[in-house]
């Protein structure tokens, strides 16, 4: 998918999400180890939360925002989800599990901030920044529980 502007970069980030929560749901009855089935259904499910939140800013948010273009200043290679994936979830380990799904919640963080340093108005600044706070307190919380399961 080509990202021009930001209404196309929630487009993104919803499709990134929609197939990284079938991806590991997918993944969560074939996995041998209990816990790491435990961890992929935990994932599974906070990624469709995660996509129904993404997917109520295309409402809320003002047009002029959506329509703001950031053309320039993406790399033209958006985040593929499936180069984290070196191999399907139900072969990874729990902390394998979680190691592949953070780093890909890493590189979209890097992507909000970038944008937010650069975009110029205010509108289209407030929705970066919104959804650059969301995957950073995502991203604590996912952690956070995970490591719960270590716990276990």
Not at 105 to 118: C, P, S, T
Request: glycine fraction near 4%.
């Amino acid at each position: 998918m080509k990202i021009e502007t930001l209404r196309d970069l929630l487009h993104w980030s919803q499709d990134l999400h929609r197939y990284l929560g079938q991806c590991l749901d997918h993944c969560a009855d074939k996995n041998t180890s209990e816990r790491a089935r435990l961890v992929l259904a935990y994932l599974a499910d906070h990624e469709k939360l995660l996509l129904q939140v993404i997917e109520g800013f295309e409402g809320l948010s003002a047009s002029q925002a959506l329509n703001t273009w950031c053309i320039e200043y993406l790399d033209k290679r958006p985040i593929d989800p499936h180069r984290h994936c070196s191999a399907p979830f139900a072969e990874l380990d729990s902390e394998q599990i979680v190691q592949q799904v953070v780093g890909m919640h890493g590189e979209i963080i890097d992507l909000y901030r970038h944008l937010a340093a650069r975009v110029d108005t205010t509108a289209a600044q407030n929705l970066v920044g919104t959804l650059l706070s969301i995957e950073e307190h995502e991203l604590k919380r996912l952690v956070q529980t995970t490591n719960r399961f270590n716990d276990m």
